[in-house]
């Protein structure tokens, strides 16, 4: 641990000083690299101190990614104080190519002449251009790997699964959605009446969110992966991700198009639902088809090769109709599972026949090196000085209240006789799910840097708050009911070995 922190920290001080004097190099490679090993190494730090403090390994990146941005800005560095504004530095960059506009008047209108006199200098100076390069190849990587992590998430999520409690968990989901979403929507309205209409689409639809992974481990901490409560919230958990990943691809779709109305939504619902639906009709046969080709190859091979060219496929498809590539990757991993491959079993006499390793293992290296550069980048994005200004305090605090009370609530979706509360506790941790819709907020223009700010707050306090609480409303219940701890019929396993068909 000692030797990590030491790493870390001449990491650091190594990261606020190259963006001022750059070390002399002839691969253009070299400098990815070091902003790579950077990321690489606080990363592990953050999850080292996340997991020693029993908390999810995504909160401790995201607040290593907010030390080393901060810090980092405070020391003068300038790779940080162009990554810290690096959507509108993109955007001006990009405007700038066309010679339409100057970089300094796309500057001026993106950010202010604030951030414009800071970023000016650096952009034009030796150094710029190297800086921009290494910060939009982190910034692939970074959404790379979230495309990987929905994936995983999908694949979490399989649709058997959800089956068990369908009933409950949509009346639990749709009431821990249209709550936080209605009341996000009119806190916006209430304390920041100045904001575009679309920053207030896009924070509500961040406070609809719900992390299924961190729920789903507090339920395994107490053995009751299994219980009623469990399959409630984690069947809701799972359709308040597809739902709310809906409603982010079509928000956006929306502010896209420049005008919230009627006819608009209903296109993009349409959209939305056409897509999800024919993939889900069509992409089984392809996969089985495809599979059935692959029959020369290793069973691990074959299941690396067709979960990577489904997830890349899905997500190009997705943004193709004009929807968020991240929805393709989820749906991509939702409808995959291990039975898509019995083919190896019932046609394989050698030691490799048998199902026994999970496709998310195959899968899981890619999204565990390259996520974290999606969450300590979105820290780094977070400015600290913003809680200076107490109306965006204010705000920050309102939205954590609503999110909080929006998600309970949800609780009354399930039967009278079942922990209510600690159900509406289970829907309350945002997690990864709220970071990704803020963070695309961002990207679009419809987040300013204090907006981002505030939700990515909400963001970590609900989900620090949501855990406790559940697992203290789950201790009373069992208590109370110890036939509950592990009751209801127990959920298909995504390791069957059994020929059903996909998810």
């Known amino acids: 641990m000692r030797l990590l922190i030491a790493i870390t920290l001449l990491s650091l001080v190594t990261t606020a000083s190259w963006g001022n004097h750059p070390p002399a190099h002839g691969d253009p490679v070299i400098p990815v690299l070091l902003a790579l090993t950077v990321i690489t190494i606080v990363s592990l730090l953050g999850r080292e101190v996340a997991q020693r403090i029993n908390q999810p390994s995504v909160l401790g990146e995201l607040a290593v990614g907010i030390l080393i941005g901060n810090i980092g800005y405070w020391l003068g560095s300038d790779l940080i104080t162009v990554l810290r504004e690096s959507s509108a530095v993109f955007q001006a960059v990009t405007l700038s190519f066309g010679h339409t506009v100057t970089l300094e008047d796309a500057l001026l209108h993106l950010l202010g002449p604030v951030q414009t006199n800071q970023l000016l200098p650096i952009l034009t100076s030796n150094q710029g251009g190297e800086i921009i390069d290494v910060i939009q190849i982190i910034d692939s990587f970074s959404r790379i790997g979230l495309l990987f992590l929905l994936f995983v998430v999908g694949l979490e999520s399989s649709v058997q699964e959800l089956r068990v409690s369908l009933r409950p968990g949509i009346r639990v989901a749709i009431i821990g959605i249209v709550a936080p979403f209605l009341l ?268 981002f700010t505030a939700v990515v707050m909400m963001t970590i306090v609900t989900t620090l708050i949501g855990p406790p609480v559940l697992k203290w409303q789950l201790s009373r219940h069992i208590q109370q009911n110890p036939s509950h701890a592990s009751s209801g019929p127990t959920p298909p396993s995504s390791n069957s070995d059994s020929p059903s068909s996909l998810n």
Not at 195 to 220: E, K, N, P, Q
Not at 316 to 334: C, E, K, N, Q, R
Request: hydrophobic residues 55%; aromatic residues 8%; contains cysteine.
């Open 184 to 451: 996000g929507f009119a806190t916006m309205q209430l304390l920041a009446p100045e904001a575009h209409w679309s920053a207030h689409l896009m924070v509500a639809i961040a406070l609809s969110a719900t992390s299924i992974g961190i729920t789903a481990r507090v339920f395994h901490e107490l053995k009751m992966d299994n219980s009623k409560v469990a399959q409630i919230v984690l069947s809701a958990a799972v359709i308040d991700d597809v739902l709310g990943l809906i409603m982010m691809a079509i928000g956006i779709d929306i502010i896209y198009r420049g005008s919230f109305e009627w006819m608009t939504v209903l296109f993009s619902i349409s959209q939305a639902i056409m897509f999800l639906t024919s993939i889900y009709l069509l992409v089984p046969t392809i996969i089985r088809f495809t599979i059935r080709h692959l029959h020369h190859f290793d069973l691990w091979e074959a299941e690396l090769f067709v979960s990577f060219l489904l997830l890349t496929t899905l997500s190009w498809m997705a943004d193709f109709v004009g929807l968020s590539a991240i929805v393709g990757a989820f749906a991509a991993g939702l409808i995959l599972s291990n039975r898509a491959f019995i083919y190896w079993k019932e046609n394989c006499n050698g030691p490799n026949c048998h199902l026994h390793q999970e496709i998310k293992e195959q899968i899981r290296p890619f999204e565990a090196i390259l996520a974290p550069l999606f969450f300590v980048l979105m820290g780094t994005q977070v400015k600290l000085e913003a809680f200076l200004d107490q109306e965006i305090l204010l705000l920050a605090s309102a939205l954590i209240i609503v999110a909080i009370a929006g998600k309970v609530v949800s609780g009354l979706g399930a039967d009278k006789q079942l922990p209510r509360l600690a159900i509406g506790a289970g829907m309350v941790p945002r997690g990864e799910v709220a970071l990704i819709l803020a963070s695309l907020g961002k990207s679009i223009g419809a987040l300013d840097s204090t907006l």
